[in-house]
């Protein structure tokens, strides 16, 4: 079955180039790509970053943020959804529901009108970055976005974060759940409150069952991430449409970015593995 699928996939690639080649009559320009993904500086003397690469790190950036707080917040409602207290549960289930429920792309607009007009302000955000000089907004540029481009950021990093988190919630409340009831009563009999049956007894426990998805939930934010291009955040589809308008490589480019958003999966899907190959033999 293996050797079929892989017969009929290299058949397709073949009809595809077939097509491109000789009924499309593509000119094809592969030449050009690697000037898009890095520049030599004659001012430093040296190999720099452009467009491609540098959308290549907004998009890690991006995906590592909104993962954080995503973690957090999935974290937190993962807990209220186990908790003993009605009112917890209920708000754990109406943000999963809610959330899940809804467009990704209807989520981005809303953070990114609501979060750049009314939070951020209300915030003091924008004030903090204008007071912000020398290093240290070299170094928040690094790790966020150029203050220009903090607001769009922002707002995506927030719109992803809130998505992701409605999984990760339910990561964390099945890897609760499937902790064996007798765990609770052993730690019940031993005196232990709510609170600190899941501290000190079932969250050590559960961890090892989080983190492989948890894992796994940070690719699929990586592939998530190409929706914010449609606020104008710099990440890697971004710059691939802009450059795309502008030289009219259409397959070269998205050849490439297909490629690099691979070369992210990818690599993370080796080390999740390598992850989970690690905890199978602590717990075994």
Request: charged residues 15%; contains cysteine.
């Amino acid at each position: 079955m293996d050797v079929i699928i892989g017969m009929l996939m290299a058949s397709f690639a073949v009809y595809l180039a077939f097509r491109v080649n000789f009924r499309i009559r593509y000119d094809w320009n592969w030449e050009a790509i690697p000037q898009y993904l890095f520049r030599y500086d004659a001012t430093a003397r040296r190999w720099i970053p452009n467009i491609l690469i540098q959308g290549l790190f907004t998009t890690l950036k991006l995906s590592l943020w909104a993962t954080l707080f995503a973690t957090l917040i999935g974290g937190i409602m993962g807990l209220f959804r186990v908790s003993g207290s009605f009112f917890k549960r209920m708000a754990g289930a109406t943000y999963v529901q809610s959330i899940r429920n809804l467009p990704p792309l209807v989520l981005i607009f809303i953070f990114y009108y609501f979060a750049s007009d009314q939070i951020l302000p209300a915030l003091g955000i924008p004030n903090l970055i204008n007071d912000t000089e020398g290093n240290s907004l070299r170094i928040f540029s690094f790790f966020f976005a150029p203050p220009s481009l903090l607001a769009p950021f922002l707002s995506g990093m927030i719109a992803l974060a809130v998505f992701e988190g409605s999984y990760i919630t339910e990561i964390v409340r099945a890897g609760i759940q499937s902790i064996d009831h007798g765990q609770w009563e052993a730690s019940c009999a031993l005196g232990l409150n709510r609170w600190q049956q899941l501290r000190h007894v079932i969250f050590p426990q559960a961890v090892s069952r989080i983190l492989p998805p948890l894992a796994g939930q940070f690719i699929s934010t990586i592939k998530d991430s190409a929706i914010v291009s449609v606020v104008s955040i710099q990440e890697l589809t971004f710059q691939g449409l802009e450059l795309m308008a502008a030289t009219y490589m259409t397959f070269e480019i998205w050849i490439t970015i297909t490629g690099m958003y691979l070369m992210m999966t990818l690599s993370c899907s080796l080390a999740l593995s390598k992850i989970e190959r690690r905890i199978s033999i602590h717990t075994a």
